[in-house]
């Protein structure tokens, strides 16, 4: 059950996502200070690869996270996607978001109180002119695969799910349109550690797929071996002395 299909322009060797010198800071009111949140990174994540943005609480892996999704803009930097540069001509911000999914840090918050998880998981696919009825056939799928009963979850609502449920549903709403490059922010920090492998397992990227990740200590000793985190507060991919640890794996 598939209702579209994003297509591979490039083939397997042109690098899914390129990042290039992308800057943010956030600037406060008269004399206070700038906040240099993301300081000139840039990264390249191939076809079906995985990369892990590994840093301590604060250093600017969750607002670099939404600059991939374009939910804030960069004050300098590009995005090129398979080979087209995110928000020209060639691929507007619609069309890129339905390529590229995020699920958030917040399972409670980055779900609609008012949307059922049949209707949150379906939501993006109607915007994108699914119909209703098959956008509804395939959330049901979608949260059976992540391990919920659609009889028993579908008609619920965020409230009524424990947090492992809720993170679940969000994970079941990124893959509904069948994503090329799915981020996650930190995605089992809030969950308890007898759930936290259940969510990963519906995590690794398949058929290709690429996967960006930022994770907390717990996550980056279990998966990410031999790593050091950067320690100066932003993600700077040249600073000396602290620089910004990406690791990467193939599948």
Not at 50 to 71: D, F, I, N
Not at 77 to 87: A, H, N, P, R
Not at 142 to 161: I, K, Q, W
Request: hydrophobic letters at 35%; one cysteine or more; proline letters at 5%.
């Amino acid at each position: 059950m598939q209702p579209f299909i994003n297509i591979d322009l490039g083939g397997p060797a042109q690098p899914l996502l390129k990042v290039n010198h992308l800057l943010k800071y956030f600037r406060g009111g008269k004399g206070r200070e700038v906040v240099q949140a993301v300081d000139d990174i840039s990264f390249t994540v191939m076809k079906g690869e995985t990369l892990g943005v590994v840093g301590e609480s604060g250093c600017g892996k969750s607002t670099t996270a939404r600059l991939l999704m374009q939910l804030l803009t960069q004050d300098s930097g590009e995005l090129i996607f398979d080979g087209q540069g995110v928000g020209s001509s060639r691929l507007p911000l619609k069309a890129y978001r339905r390529q590229v999914q995020m699920v958030f840090q917040d399972s409670y918050a980055s779900l609609n109180p008012r949307l059922t998880m049949e209707e949150s998981i379906a939501f993006g696919q109607r915007v994108h002119g699914v119909s209703a009825r098959e956008a509804s056939e395939y959330a049901r799928y979608l949260l059976a695969h992540v391990g919920l009963e659609p009889a028993r979850f579908a008609d619920r609502y965020p409230h009524a799910l424990s947090g492992g449920q809720r993170q679940r549903v969000n994970i079941a709403r990124a893959l509904a349109m069948k994503p090329r490059l799915v981020i996650l922010d930190e995605a089992v920090s809030a969950l308890d550690k007898s759930v936290e492998a259940q969510v990963l397992q519906q995590k690794a990227p398949q058929n290709g797929k690429a996967q960006l990740s930022s994770g907390p200590w717990g996550i980056r000793e279990q998966h990410h071996n031999d790593s050091t985190p950067p320690r100066d507060g932003c993600l700077n991919s040249s600073d000396s002395r602290g620089s910004v640890h990406l690791q990467k794996r193939r599948f």
